[in-house]
């Protein structure tokens, strides 16, 4: 546990870095997406962002095998997490209702909602594991802070 932990500090202090009063929102997003990619490479499949845009999530930047290019209001993971507004842990993709099948490798999953300064989703971030059960709490309190470093970006 603690050696995710202190992968994870390092990771933060790398985005942070990388960054920092960076504006080119697509690049923050592309490097985000790659940083966190390579922290994890034996647990994460894939690693994106989906934005909110014309009422809907629309993929990102991301890096990892081809991706659903839409997800409506409320439906799969990332539809659910952005109407909630709350980050979801799917142990078990195959288990969670309406789950959008984007990839047949796909096993687990974490959404993480991003905020704007009036607490509206803006994005989330979507991470695939073709393990089981890849995901904890750990990786919540994490992602949740990578994706209040990234809202200051968008």
């Known amino acids: 546990m603690e050696d995710k932990k202190s992968r994870y500090e390092q990771l933060c202090a790398q985005i942070d870095s990388l960054i920092k009063g960076e504006r080119n ?3 923050v997003l592309a490097n985000v997406s790659a940083a966190l990619h ?8 894939w690693v994106g962002f989906y934005l909110v845009k014309d009422g809907e999530l629309q993929l990102g930047p991301f890096q990892g095998p081809v991706a659903c290019f839409r997800i409506k209001y409320g439906r799969g993971v990332c539809g659910t997490a952005w109407a909630e507004k709350r980050t979801i842990i799917v142990p078990d993709v ?6 959008i099948a984007c990839s047949s490798l796909s096993r687990s999953e974490i959404v993480v909602p991003i905020f704007d300064k009036n607490q509206e989703v803006v994005g989330v ?11 904890d709490g750990i990786d919540r309190s994490y992602l949740e802070r990578v994706a209040l470093m990234v809202e200051h970006s968008l």
Request: zero cysteines; glycine letters at 8%.
């Open 25 to 27: 929102s697509i690049g």
């Open 94 to 99: 195959e288990q969670f209702p309406g789950h």
């Open 125 to 135: 971030i979507d991470i695939d594991s073709t393990r089981f059960n890849t995901f």
């Open 38 to 45: 390579d922290a994890f490479p034996e647990n994460f499949f």
